[in-house]
């Protein structure tokens, strides 16, 4: 399904095809949810957007978008997955990965059980992100978004998200910090 991915250029014009929907919604007062789901990096680029038309407004977004840590807290955090069988999983898209089984241990036990390695990353994930997700201005917004894709197309669920559209130059990623993220070892090949 990897050379079915919408390019970076085809998300974004994705994305302004739901907000210009969005906003027909809204001239026309109806009140509908509109949920983009699995990318954190949605809600950036409708702040960015939304800086450059209506700045007041996108103070409020960015409040709302960091109010509860943003992105942080969301897979083993804020979100699980229990699926049929009974195996819990940091949330609906890790079926690949089990923290543990209902039917042997009580949900609360294996979700406050940090002695798994990826589960104990992601409730303090600032601590082990990696590359641009790592030096991102927006990193309070997003929280580096889908560690489940980074792990399925780096290896590691502290690269970064691979589906991040947003521009170097948007997240603040400039000379001196991409510099750095070649000392560290940190540089990933992000897909285009």
């Known amino acids: 399904m990897a050379d079915e991915d919408l390019t970076y250029a085809q998300t974004r014009e994705a994305v302004d095809i739901i907000l210009a929907k969005t906003r027909q919604y809204k001239q026309a007062r109806r009140t509908t949810d509109i949920l983009t789901v699995d990318n954190h990096v949605d809600g950036v680029y409708v702040y960015l957007k939304l800086k450059k038309e209506n700045p007041a407004r996108a103070e409020e977004v960015y409040k709302l978008l960091t109010w509860n840590?943003?992105?942080?807290?969301?897979?083993?955090?804020?979100?699980?997955?229990?699926?049929?069988?009974?195996?819990?999983?940091?949330?609906?898209?890790?079926?690949?990965?089990?923290?543990?089984?209902?039917?042997?241990?009580?949900?609360?036990?294996?979700?406050?059980?940090?002695?798994?390695?990826?589960?104990?990353?992601?409730?303090?994930?600032?601590?082990?992100?990696?590359?641009?997700?790592?030096?991102?201005?927006?990193?309070?917004?997003?929280?580096?978004?889908?560690?489940?894709?980074?792990?399925?197309?780096?290896?590691?669920?502290?690269?970064?998200?691979?589906?991040?559209y947003l521009t170097d130059e948007q997240i603040g990623l400039d000379k001196e910090k991409k510099n750095e993220l070649e000392r560290s070892g940190e540089v990933f090949q992000m897909p285009v």
Not at 117 to 143: H, T
């Open 69 to 164: 840590g943003g992105g942080l807290y969301s897979s083993g955090v804020g979100i699980g997955c229990i699926d049929f069988h009974g195996k819990v999983h940091p949330d609906q898209f890790w079926w690949h990965y089990d923290l543990g089984y209902v039917r042997e241990q009580p949900f609360s036990r294996i979700w406050t059980d940090t002695s798994d390695s990826l589960l104990r990353g992601l409730k303090n994930r600032r601590k082990f992100i990696k590359g641009r997700c790592r030096l991102c201005r927006f990193f309070d917004m997003c929280g580096g978004s889908l560690r489940v894709r980074a792990d399925l197309h780096f290896g590691d669920p502290w690269a970064p998200d691979p589906a991040c």
